[in-house]
């Protein structure tokens, strides 16, 4: 393989370098949040269906425009985005829904989740076994390492959290990749070969694929990262051990990952809406302990974005 270089541009940042900027978040105001409220009302009185909610249907005629700049931000520039303030007291389960899902179709297009091909995934702790190979990340309250989903973007509308936990942390893969070309050149190489990760989709064949870790695109680099799914492909009859390359290169990634000069972290309050973009940014998630009562038990809506990148 060519020497493998280095790689430029707004979506290689340090946590002190993010937090500082303010570029990558929105706050809204009376008027914008009562905008919200209107299309939330509008969708709910013509009774739409909210698989097919389009910026159309969600009209937000001075938050859109700011909404726009922030996707821009999030899909050609440092990959995080973070609006705050929407307003989510006082709504319905389902106006919560209506709300993520309105506000993301103004950055990209909803795509289905997972076998059933749901758009919408509740983040609940369901009391499902995070050991068990099919388990689904947002099904348990156990801290999930650094990951990147399987679309272009992933939103994340807060309407509760933990008791305690549940802290959001980001990373520019980039920054990471380049401190290990820097580094451990041996390894850049290993990590732009393919690997085999679980679907999680069964126990056939059809579970298993593989794809690198870090890869060019147009000159630009595309990184997706799941430990978790790595190690679990190992189920896989037909699926080779990790080599001790392999084995190593997963050791330095998890090490950088954790390295506080390139961890965010986003403590996710009510009404905080987080995008990010899967080919530059990797996201976890710490462990939490919930409420007991019910309906204060913390509550994310996820939801999967296709922006039309190539």
């Given amino acids: 393989m060519a020497v493998i270089d280095q790689v430029r541009g707004p979506a290689d940042w340090r946590a002190d370098q993010l937090a500082?900027?303010?570029?990558?978040q929105l706050v809204l105001g009376d008027a914008q949040r009562a905008e919200v409220r209107a299309a939330v009302a509008a969708v709910e009185a013509t009774g739409g269906s909210p698989d097919g909610l389009s910026q159309a249907d969600?009209?937000?005629p001075t938050f859109g425009p700011r909404l726009d700049r922030l996707a821009a931000e999030v899909t050609g520039g440092c990959g995080v985005g973070l609006v705050r303030g929407l307003p989510v007291a006082g709504l319905t389960a389902r106006g919560c829904e209506l709300l993520a899902l309105g506000v993301a179709a103004h950055v990209g297009r909803l795509v289905g989740q997972g076998p059933d091909g749901a758009v919408l995934r509740h983040v609940r702790d369901r009391g499902a076994d995070p050991d068990r190979p099919t388990t689904r990340s947002y099904e348990h309250r156990r801290g999930i390492g650094y990951h990147a989903d399987p679309t272009d973007v992933v939103a994340l509308l807060c309407?509760?959290?933990?008791r305690s936990g549940?802290?959001?942390t980001v990373?520019?893969?980039?920054?990471?990749?380049?401190?290990?070309v820097r580094t451990r050149p041996d390894l850049a190489r290993v990590l732009y070969e393919p690997w085999w990760y679980d679907r999680r989709t069964g126990d056939g064949p059809d579970s298993f694929a593989q794809r690198p870790v870090y890869a060019r695109v147009g000159g630009r680099l595309t990184a997706h990262y799941g430990p978790d799914y790595i190690r679990s492909a190992q189920r896989g009859a037909h699926v080779p051990p990790?080599?001790?390359?392999?084995?190593?290169?997963?050791?330095v990634l998890d090490w950088l990952h954790e390295d506080?000069?390139?961890?965010?972290?986003?403590?996710?309050?009510v009404g905080d809406m987080q995008f990010l973009a899967n080919?530059?940014?990797?996201?976890?998630?710490?462990?939490?302990?919930?409420?007991p009562e019910p309906e204060r038990r913390r509550d994310l809506i996820r939801l999967w974005l296709d922006t039309g990148r190539d």
């Fill in 58 to 60: 969600f009209p937000l």
């Fill in 166 to 168: 549940g802290l959001s």
């Fill in 242 to 251: 990790l080599t001790p390359a392999q084995r190593e290169a997963m050791d």
């Fill in 159 to 162: 309407v509760r959290p933990a």
């Fill in 171 to 180: 990373v520019s893969s980039v920054a990471v990749h380049n401190e290990i």
């Fill in 279 to 291: 080919d530059v940014v990797v996201h976890a998630r710490t462990a939490y302990e919930d409420h």
């Fill in 20 to 24: 500082a900027a303010g570029h990558w």
């Fill in 260 to 269: 506080p000069r390139f961890v965010l972290g986003m403590d996710l309050r």
